[in-house]
T-cell receptor, first 112, second 114 residues
């Protein structure tokens, strides 16, 4: 089973809203990632969690707040986003030390 | 500085023929290379990878070739099928400061013509 699930599939939110994106994997992977992808661009790394601890934050604005409640779950809390934050948000996971990352289907976020 | 380059934004191939997608890199510390396939509004799907100690890896219709001296890799798809129409990303890892990060190319859009 190489499945990473993400909810919701689509999200529309206003600039004053607070929402959360959820990601789940049951492959026993101990590294989990959040990426942002704009149209016709490669995925852009936002955060990396290793053993449920934040190991990389790629200078992401504080309006994005990640959380890793356990080894299977990854959340991304959103608050006071800007229209330019509209994008496809991807979650991925991998074994630590392995290079293959497995991606979820993404959440299409629109900020109005 | 773009460390992984896919210089062809798009490629059109007849169904049944061979598709060859190319990727160049500049960082000689990269030791692992991956190809991902992406349909619109979906997450990338891992296709095939190759370690720098090898020069070829094959999986069904997909073969990746690595030329370390030229810092070049290519993905061959034979025979090409309509379902192969997608954007293909080359990615690399293993640089000393990478910390499991993948460095991505810009992608090549492959169009398979019936």
């Amino acid at each position: 089973d190489t499945e990473v699930t993400q909810t919701p599939k689509h999200l529309v939110m206003g600039m004053t809203n607070k929402k959360s994106l959820k990601c789940e994997q049951h492959m026993g992977h101990r590294a989990m990632y959040w990426y942002k992808q704009k149209a016709k661009k490669p995925p852009e790394l936002m955060f990396v969690y290793s053993y449920e601890k934040l190991s990389i934050n790629e200078s992401v604005p504080s309006r994005f707040s990640p959380e890793c409640p356990n080894s299977s779950l990854l959340n991304l809390h959103l608050h006071a986003l800007q229209p330019e934050d509209s994008a496809l948000y991807l979650c991925a996971s991998s074994q630590l030390g392995w290079n293959e990352q497995y991606f979820g289907p993404g959440t299409r976020l629109t900020v109005t | 500085d773009q460390q992984v380059k896919q210089n062809s934004p798009s490629l059109s191939v007849q169904e049944g023929r061979i598709s060859i997608l190319n990727c160049d890199y500049t960082n000689s510390m990269f030791d692992y290379f991956l190809w991902y396939k992406k349909y619109p509004a979906e997450g990338p799907t891992f296709l095939i990878s190759i370690s720098s100690i090898k020069d070829k890896n094959e999986d069904g219709r997909f073969t990746v070739f690595l030329n370390k001296s030229a810092k070049h890799l290519s993905l061959h798809i034979v025979p090409s099928q309509p379902g192969d129409s997608a954007v293909y990303f080359c990615a690399a890892s293993g640089a000393a400061d990478s910390n499991y990060q993948l460095i991505w190319g810009a992608g090549t859009k492959l169009i398979i013509k019936p």
